[in-house]
C-alpha cells in the first residue's frame, strides 16, 4: 500500500531530480556558458522552477502531509515529514503571481547593478531598489503573519531556521562589546611586526594544481566533484557531483587557494550528507550557517592555523619556488593578516564580523519598517565609522552597493557568515578535544580523523535535527559565541 | 483570446525549454562529469524526459490539435501544426510502460557492450541484444500498423521523415551496381603513389588553436557556442548555445581537426536556424541527414577540396612548423586517401557507403523478421568481402560490435549517413552554380558567400518544408545520386 508519506517522499525524490538539473545548468551559466546563451539559459531555467513550484504546492501536498501525520512514521521519517511540512508552507504562501514579480524585481536590480556599482551611481540604483525592498517588505509580511514572528524573523528564517532576531542582537550586542577594542590591539601588534609581500607572478596552472593537491589532502572526492573556474567562487553541483569554482590573479596565489579551501569544507558536507536520504530535505544540509561553519572550519580554524600552514609551505615553495615571504614566521604573518577594509569579501576574520553586523541592523531596520532606502548610505557611513573608522560618505561603490544579496531581496542571509563563523569556533574547539593529536595529524597532513569527526557529528546527520540540538549533539551545548572570541583572541594576540 | 494553436505552441515553447536542460546536461555528462555522478545525472534525466513525455502526451493535446486545423492559420502556422502533430502521433502511440521498458533494455545493452565489444564477446552480447531486437520489431510493428507502412519503414520515417525503404533500395542499388568498381580504381590509382605521413608529435593545445582558427573561418559564433573534448565527438546544446566537441590524439592532427569541421558544419546549421521559429518545430533542423548534409558539406565537399587545402596549409605549417609532408600535392593526398577498412567511423567518404549498405540490409531484414540476431556475424562478414573484399569473421569487435546504434535500438538511423553525403554533393553543386566564384573565395578563406547561400538555403527554412521540397527550392530537384558519384570520380579519378 502506499501511504501519504510514501507519496510525499516520491514528490521529494522527483524534485530533488528536478533540482539536479537546475544545479548543473546554473553551475554551466556561472562557467561554461557563452553569454549569448543567456536568455535561452534564464527563460529554461524559469520554466523549471515554476514547474518544481507547481509540483511542490499541489493542491493533494496539504492532504498528504496531514495524512501522514497519523501515519505509523519512525524518528527520521518525522523529522522528514517535518522538513517537508516547512518546505511546502514556505512554497504554498506565496501568491504564484507575487513570486514571478519579486524574482522579475531582483533580476532588474542585479542587472542594472553590475554597472551601477562600477558608476558609483547610487540615485541610478535606487530606482530599482526601492521596488525590491517593496516586495521584500510584502513577502515578510505575509510570512509574519502565518508564523506569527516579526517581519524580519520571518525572513531570517528562511535561511537559518529557529534563530531569531531577539537571538541575534544579544549575540551581536557581545561582540560589539569586545570587537572593536580586539581589532585595534591586533592591528597594533601586527604594525609593529615587518611583514614580506609574496613575490608575483604566480602561474595560473601552478596555482591550479597546488589547488587540486591540496583539495585531494583535504579529502575532496574527485569521482564526486571537480573545481573550476568563475567570477565569483561558488559551491554548486549536487551531493553527487559537487562543482566548486576559484578565481585567479598572477599577482597571489593565497586568495585563490584559501578561496579553493573554503569552498573544499562546503563541499565535503555535500559529499558526505547521508546517501539512505538522498534527494529527501532530511538528507540535506541543516541550514545556511551550518554550511558557512564548514567552509570557515576549513578555510579560518583549519588553514590559517600554525600547524597547517607549516604543513603547506612546502607545497608552496615547490610549486612557486622559495622567496623570504615563504619563511615560516611570515607565511604565518601573511595568512593572519588583519587590517579594517571597505569590502566584506576582502575582509579578515576579525573584522568581518562588524560587516555583518552593520548590514544585520541596516537590513532589519529596513524590512521592519523604520529606515527607508535613502537613509541607507548615511546610516552605513555611521556604521563603518564607529565599527572600523572608516568613511563610507559618497563611496556607494565600497559601501553600502558593494553586495549582491540586497539586489535580489536576499535579506536575512547576512547574519549567517558570522554565526556559521561562531558555528566553526566551537565545532572545531569541540573536536580538539575529542582528537588530542589533532594538531599532530594536521602537521603531517592527516585530515581523516578530523574528518570523521565531522562525518559523524555533522555531515551525516543532514536536517535530522534543529540547528541548537545539531550542535549541542556535537559540542556539548548550543551555540556559545565565547569559542569564537577565545580563537581571535589566542590566534591573533596569543592569549 | 487563446486558440486551439496558441495553446499548442506555448505547450511546444516549454518542451524546447526543457529539452535544453537536457541538452546541456547531456553535453556536461560527455564532457565534465565525473563518472561519480552518472547515476544521479541518468535519474534526473529520466525524470525529465517522463515529465517531457507525458506534457507532449497530455489529453487536451489532441483536442488541440483537431481544433487548430479548423482556425485561420498561415502557411508557416500550418507547416508547425502539421510538425506538430507529427510529434504527437509518434509520442502518444507508445505506452508509456513500453517506452520505458525499451530505455532500459537499451541501457543495459549499451552499458555491456562498452565492455563486451573490446573483449569481442558476441555471446555475451547477444544476450542483451536480443530483447532490444524484440522489443524494436515490437515498436515498428505499433507504428507501422497506425502508418500503413511496413515495419522498417515505420522506425526509418522517425529520422528521415518521408524517406521510403523502397526509395532507398534503388539508390542504393545504383551505388552498388559503381561502387566497387570505382574503389577499386581508386585504390590502384593512389597505391601508385608515394604518400609522406605527418610526422608528430603534434601538441594538443596547439591542435586546439587550429581548430578554433579554423572554427572562426568557417563562422562559428562563439557567442553562441563552444569547443570541448570528449570521447565520441558530437554537436550538442542548443540553438542559442550550441556545443561542439572533438577527441585529440598527439600523433594526428588531422583527425581532430577535420571532426571539428564536420562538428561546425553541424553547429552552424543549428546557430542560423530561423530565430522567429525558435522552441516550435517549424524552427528545428529538417532531418538527421539533412543535418549530416551539412557537416558532410563543411567536412568531404569543402575542407578536402583543393581550394580549401591549399587556403589551410599556410595555418598547419605555423601551427606545427614545415615538414616534407606538407607539400602542396603530398599535403592533398593526405587528406584524401581512400582505403577499404573494418571500421565505418574511420571509413574515407568513397568507402563509407559501402558500411551504410551493409547495416540497411542488415537492419531492415532483422527488423522485418526475415533474419534473426545470431545470422548477423555471417551476413556481416559476407557482405564485407562482397562490397569491401574484407573478411570480419570470428571479429565481432571490428564488425557486427563496432557501432552504439543498434545497442540503443536505433535502427532506422544508418541511411542517413549516406543520404546526408549525397545531399551534401547535390547541394555543394548547386552552390557552385549559384556562386562562380566560389573556388576563389575559399581559397581566399572567404567563406561568407557559402554560408549565406546555405543559410538562404537550408539554415532558415527549419522544417517550414518536407526534404523533397526543401532540396528542390535549393538545388532544383529532388534527391540525385548522381552529384555523388560525379563528386567521387571528379575528385579522385580526375574525371
Not at 535606487?126 to 513577502?139: D, G, I, Q, W, Y
Not at 612557486?320 to 569590502?343: L, M, S
Request: glycine fraction near 6%.
Amino acid at each position: 500500500m502506499t501511504t501519504a508519506y510514501d507519496q510525499l517522499r516520491d514528490t521529494f525524490t522527483r524534485l530533488s531530480r528536478l533540482s539536479h538539473l537546475s544545479a548543473i545548468t546554473g553551475w554551466d551559466m556561472q562557467t561554461q556558458m557563452p553569454s549569448g546563451g543567456s536568455q535561452a539559459r534564464a527563460e529554461a531555467l524559469s520554466e523549471l522552477s515554476v514547474l518544481m513550484h507547481q509540483t511542490l504546492t499541489a493542491p493533494q501536498i496539504a492532504d498528504w502531509i496531514e495524512q501522514a501525520k497519523n501515519e505509523s512514521l519512525d524518528t527520521d521519517q518525522q523529522a522528514n515529514l517535518h522538513e517537508i511540512a516547512r518546505r511546502y508552507q514556505q512554497a504554498v504562501i506565496l501568491p504564484d503571481q507575487f513570486v514571478s514579480a519579486k524574482s522579475l524585481a531582483g533580476m532588474k536590480c542585479e542587472h542594472a547593478w553590475r554597472t551601477q556599482r562600477p558608476d558609483n551611481d547610487w540615485s541610478g540604483f535606487v530606482k530599482n531598489f526601492a521596488p525590491v525592498v517593496e516586495l521584500s517588505r510584502e513577502e515578510a509580511q505575509i510570512r509574519a503573519e502565518a508564523t506569527k514572528v516579526s517581519r524580519y524573523d520571518a525572513l531570517l528564517d528562511l535561511y537559518e531556521p529557529g534563530m531569531t532576531s531577539a537571538r541575534l542582537d544579544a549575540i551581536f550586542a557581545d561582540v560589539k562589546s569586545w570587537l572593536p577594542e580586539l581589532l585595534k590591539n591586533i592591528i597594533e601588534k601586527q604594525s609593529a611586526e615587518q611583514t614580506l609581500s609574496a613575490q608575483g607572478p604566480f602561474a595560473i596552472e601552478k596555482q591550479r594544481a597546488l589547488g587540486l593537491d591540496i583539495m585531494q589532502v583535504l579529502g575532496f572526492d574527485f569521482n564526486h566533484g571537480r573545481l573550476d573556474v568563475s567570477a565569483h567562487p561558488f559551491c554548486g553541483g549536487v551531493p553527487e557531483d559537487v562543482r566548486i569554482t576559484t578565481r585567479y590573479t598572477e599577482n597571489d596565489f593565497l586568495s585563490a587557494l584559501l578561496g579553493i579551501v573554503h569552498e573544499t569544507g562546503h563541499a565535503r558536507y555535500e559529499q558526505n550528507l547521508p546517501k539512505q536520504w538522498a534527494g529527501q530535505p532530511i538528507g540535506e544540509a541543516r541550514s545556511t550557517a551550518i554550511h558557512e561553519s564548514q567552509s570557515l572550519l576549513f578555510e579560518m580554524q583549519l588553514a590559517r592555523s600554525e600547524p597547517f600552514l607549516t604543513f603547506l609551505r612546502p607545497y608552496v615553495q615547490k610549486a612557486f619556488g622559495d622567496q623570504p615571504a615563504f619563511d615560516p614566521a611570515n607565511f604565518k604573518r601573511i595568512n593572519q593578516r588583519v587590517e579594517a577594509g571597505y569590502i566584506r569579501i576582502d575582509a579578515d576574520e576579525v573584522s568581518y564580523p562588524a560587516h555583518v553586523i552593520l548590514r544585520y541592523e541596516i537590513e532589519r531596520a529596513l524590512i521592519e519598517g523604520d529606515i527607508d532606502v535613502q537613509h541607507i548610505p548615511a546610516l552605513w557611513d555611521e556604521k563603518m565609522r564607529a565599527y572600523l573608522g572608516l568613511s563610507t560618505k559618497d563611496n556607494f561603490r565600497d559601501g553600502c552597493m558593494q553586495d549582491i544579496h540586497w539586489t535580489d531581496g536576499a535579506f536575512g542571509y547576512f547574519p549567517t557568515y558570522t554565526l556559521g563563523a561562531m558555528y566553526a569556533a566551537q565545532l572545531f574547539a569541540s573536536a580538539k578535544v575529542a582528537l588530542p593529536d589533532l594538531n599532530s595529524q594536521i602537521l603531517r597532513g592527516d585530515l581523516s580523523p578530523l574528518s570523521d569527526w565531522l562525518r559523524q557529528n555533522i555531515w551525516q546527520q543532514g536536517s535530522r535535527f534543529d540547528t541548537d540540538t545539531l550542535i549541542k549533539n556535537a559540542s556539548g551545548e548550543t551555540l556559545n559565541p565565547s569559542f569564537f572570541r577565545r580563537h581571535l583572541e589566542q590566534r591573533y594576540l596569543d592569549r
